[in-house]
């Protein structure tokens, strides 16, 4: 089992960052993907960003070129960077891990506010 603490939301005003982490209970080393996804209110959630153990980052069009997704497995720690931010970056942000029995967890979430 492992469990995820999403921190580092806030709010912001647009053109602004935020830097999100996802803390593991145990070590991340193993686990295959993991990654960021937001749902907005009255919207599906969505992928934002995942990173898989080699390092290989994947983004959602709407992100790329603003948000930077990195694992620190010393850490046990999954970062977003998210740099020019917009108000329909506004949702609440959850932290995800894919295991190697494919099962996945979450964390309970951020919320992430953009003031226009």
């Known amino acids: 089992q492992v469990q995820l603490v999403e921190s580092g939301g806030g709010l912001v005003q647009a053109g602004g960052s935020l830097r999100l982490s996802c803390a593991a209970s145990?070590?991340?080393?193993?686990?295959?993907?993991m990654g960021w996804y937001r749902q907005a209110p009255g919207k599906q959630r969505e992928r934002v960003a995942t990173?898989?153990?080699?390092?290989?980052?994947n983004y959602a069009d709407s992100v790329k070129g603003r948000f930077t997704i990195s694992r620190d497995n010393t850490k046990n720690t999954v970062y977003l960077q998210m740099n020019s931010l917009k108000p329909e970056d506004i949702a609440v942000y959850y932290c995800?891990?894919?295991?190697?029995?494919?099962?996945?967890?979450w964390g309970q979430g951020t919320q992430v506010t953009v003031s226009s």
């Open positions: 145990r070590s991340i080393f193993s686990i295959n993907t």
């Open positions: 995800n891990a894919v295991l190697r029995d494919g099962s996945t967890r």
């Open positions: 990173i898989t153990r080699g390092g290989i980052a």
